[in-house]
């Protein structure tokens, strides 16, 4: 089209033919647009009903689903700011708020490793600080394909190292996170980043355009072609058997400038001259404009000539549909303008004001003096397309749950036990990640007081009390294939178990739930057990879900990935310095298994290293045993009672304790119950465990309080020597352990 496509020429001209198939919108959507409008769509308007509209951003297929978080929330009084905004915030005391938020940048972190990853750090950093906190930390829950498979060489040395080079510049500690291997990831990476922030109860900021007048100013970097469509579109499709359907540019992300904006906006935060923000992410102007609006009390105008670009060739459609990085979208009162520039002009940062605030109910955008949209714009943020899939649980559900992975052939002696815990501890999954995690920075700011290998992240958030905030993630996407509602339960279970683990109060959750296509009737019965197993499970923890990401279309031709429920859990510790670590650090103490060991091996990971076997029903899920299991952690910790602790999930008790006496240089000597054979005791993945060594001194104490309180404590060993010896059985030696643990990673990808 030569000439320009202004709202007055679209009422014009109701038959022109528009791409709106090739932007993603279906049929019977592009016709609720027209019927919206009471006309055909500007192009303008086309491009941003159609990344709005995108499974990425609108939720379409899954808000049906997620509605349940908040029908089943518990009562949480630390809840200050719940789904629907940037992030969630929770109360963890002494007047502070912290605000947390886990995301994907799943399908351009397989197209373009590096900036795919780095651009994931950088937007889930923005959505924190657009909430009026500070950032500082983040984590990664990561899946790759098989490690080794040749692409698996591609993609992760990529993704690490762009999470690695944003985070570090950025000086934010990488604190914790996962990597998983498995061939159903191989064209479908899982790149999910979180982040933290700590704020003042006083400095919470929210996403709305309120008062007539009020000017709209764009801040941050200027506006380029890359992403165009980019996470919007490109994850809201699947990918067919060698490429993406669509493969737009992936973001490009500069930390240096995100540092810039970060320093800009806390100190705009500070003088209090914002009266609403939002960060621009996925889908760019189009959502930061519309949700503003949408949120706040009146319309808005914006010139769209005015936004800084770095291609003066881009179209509006363009402009709007852009998702270049580092970009904020401010609020700012008439008296507050030239303090906000003055700011942002010490700091570097561009600043335009592009628009105001008006007390009309239309979003209107102009193009040098020609009105180019002119939209409700709640139509576009929060009032897009709502489907109810078809879901129906797959005719071989039954025959994968009856594939019992306890009939699968066991040890026979302590030859082949001990051969076998070997190849355990140095199989990808249960191997040492160290070359990867040693690429992150973890301590910087000097405030982490716990990082990976840890059960969890914490950082002390305050340095006159040291109170501080822990968090944890966790998904098994083998669980989740065998029974998704039990899956999603566990991994919110291991992810609870680990903040309390390290002697922290679990608050509150965030997820990222990654699922393969929803037109898939059998990936949509996936979803929709996930989210009422979750939803089921936070009612109970009392752990309310505040807020999170759902990645749809993870999936090459036929082939969906596992169902991967991520979760993030948040708690808050008094005193950092009772924090309790991983490492069996003290000869002489006592070791005690605490919980219920049964004979569960469905989706264990010995029955995947081992026999290369899925089938069977993951561990039974005790969420009062896990909420009991906690509160003795946590207590215990405060007490003094214990000196270490480790839950017990992926790999058993024996990696829980391999894993232990190699970060304290300890060995242990450990005694089979006589309830149980070797194997069950090792290799057994029940839920609702852990692994604690007790001071000889406070054994009587410890001991009586879990009596007291009936959950089961067995004294399994003693901290001791330099050899895991499991008596009568095997013993192997902590440097046969350690060459083992660490050498799979770097030969792998190194």
């Known amino acids: 089209m030569t000439t320009l496509d202004t709202v007055k020429h679209a009422a014009e ?12 919108l279906k049929e019977d959507e592009y016709a609720r647009v027209r019927e919206i409008l009471g006309r055909r769509p500007t192009g303008a308007e086309l491009a941003m009903y159609s990344v709005m509209w995108s499974e990425h951003c609108s939720y379409k297929s899954s808000k049906v689903h997620l509605k349940q978080f908040g029908e089943k929330a518990p009562k949480n009084d630390a809840m200050l700011v719940g789904i629907g905004e940037n992030a ?39 959505d924190i600080l657009a909430m009026g906190a ?84 764009l801040y941050g970097a200027r506006t380029g072609g890359d992403g165009i469509g980019g996470v919007s579109v490109l994850a809201s499709e699947t990918f067919d058997d060698t490429k993406p359907t669509k493969r737009p540019a992936v973001q490009v992300g500069d930390p240096f400038q995100e540092k810039l904006l970060i320093e800009c906006t806390l100190e705009i935060f500070q003088e209090k001259l914002v009266a609403g923000i939002q960060d621009l992410g996925g889908a760019g102007l189009s959502c930061a404009t519309s949700e503003l609006a949408s949120a706040g009390s009146g319309g808005m105008r914006v010139d769209l000539e005015k936004v800084h670009l770095r291609d003066a060739t881009l179209s509006p459609e363009e402009i709007l549909m852009s998702e ?52 409700p714009p709640r139509t576009v943020a929060h009032e897009g397309p709502v489907y109810h899939r078809p879901f129906e649980r797959p005719s071989w559900q039954d025959a994968l749950q009856a594939d019992d992975a306890g009939k699968l052939p066991r040890p026979k002696d302590g030859a082949e036990l001990r051969e076998q815990v070997l190849k355990l501890v140095g199989s990808p999954n249960q191997a040492s990640k160290a070359w990867i995690t040693d690429q992150y920075d973890r301590f910087v700011q000097g405030n982490t007081v716990l990082a990976q290998p840890e059960d969890a992240g914490m950082v002390r958030i305050d340095e006159e009390s040291n109170l501080g905030v822990a968090m944890a993630t966790d998904g098994n996407g083998r669980y989740a294939k065998l029974d998704p509602y039990a899956g999603a339960q566990l991994a919110l279970a291991e992810a609870y178990r680990n903040v309390a683990a390290t002697g922290a109060k679990p608050l509150a959750v965030s997820d990222c739930l990654n699922f393969g296509s929803p037109e898939d009737p059998a990936v949509m019965w996936q979803f929709a057990e996930a989210t009422r197993g979750l939803a089921d499970a936070c009612f109970t923890l009392g752990t309310p879900v505040t807020g999170g990401n759902v990645s749809l279309y993870n ?43 049964k004979e569960e091996f469905g989706g264990s990971a010995w029955s995947e290293v081992v026999h290369q076997h899925l089938g069977g029903l993951p ?100 901290v001791d020597g330099d050899t895991v010896d499991v008596q009568g059985e095997f013993s192997v030696s902590l440097e046969e352990l350690r060459t083992t643990h660490e050498a799979t990673i770097p030969a792998l990808l190194a």
């Open 619 to 718: 561990p039974a899920v005790d969420l009062d045993r896990e909420r009991l299991l906690g509160e003795i952690l946590i207590s215990a910790s405060r007490d003094g009672m214990i000196d270490a602790a480790h839950d017990l999930s992926d790999g058993g008790l024996v990696q829980a304790v391999v894993e232990s006496c190699l970060r304290g240089g300890n060995g242990a000597r450990l005694v089979v119950p006589e309830s149980l054979d070797a194997f069950t005791f090792l290799f057994s993945e029940s839920a609702g465990r852990a692994i604690v060594s007790v001071p000889r001194s406070e054994e009587l104490r410890f001991t009586d309080m879990c009596g007291a309180r009936g959950l089961p404590a067995t004294r399994i060993g003693v």
């Open 134 to 217: 500070r950032p500082v930390a983040v984590v990664d829950p990561l899946r790759f394909g098989a490690a080794d498979h040749p692409d698996t060489r591609r993609v992760l040395p990529g993704v690490v190292a762009g999470i690695g080079g944003y985070g570090n510049c950025l000086g934010l500690p990488n604190i914790g996170g996962e990597v998983v291997f498995d061939s159903c990831y191989q064209g479908n990476p899982l790149v999910n980043a979180g982040c933290i922030g700590v704020m003042k109860h006083e400095d919470i900021h929210l996403a709305k355009a309120s008062g007539p007048g009020n000017k709209v100013i």
């Open 88 to 126: 969630g915030v929770v109360d963890v005391g002494q007047g502070y708020a912290v605000t947390f938020k886990v995301e994907s940048h799943n399908h351009p972190s397989y197209i373009e490793p590096y900036q795919g990853a780095a651009t994931g750090v950088g937007g889930i950093v923005r």
């Open 13 to 24: 001209t109701p038959d022109s033919e528009q791409p709106w198939k090739e932007l993603g």
């Open 324 to 375: 270049s990085q580092e970009r904020m979208c401010a609020i700012v009162e008439p008296e507050h303008v030239d303090r906000f520039l003055e700011i942002c002009e010490k700091w570097d940062v561009i600043a335009t004001v592009i628009g105001e605030v008006t007390d009309g109910e239309r979003l209107e955008i102009f193009w040098h003096g020609e009105q180019i949209v002119d939209v």
């Open 555 to 597: 999936q090459t031709g036929d082939a969906a990935i596992h169902p991967t429920p991520v979760v993030a859990v948040l708690g808050v510790i008094d005193d950092v310095n009772r924090r309790t670590p991983v490492a069996f650090a003290e000869e002489g103490q006592l070791l005690y298994l605490l919980g219920d060991t």
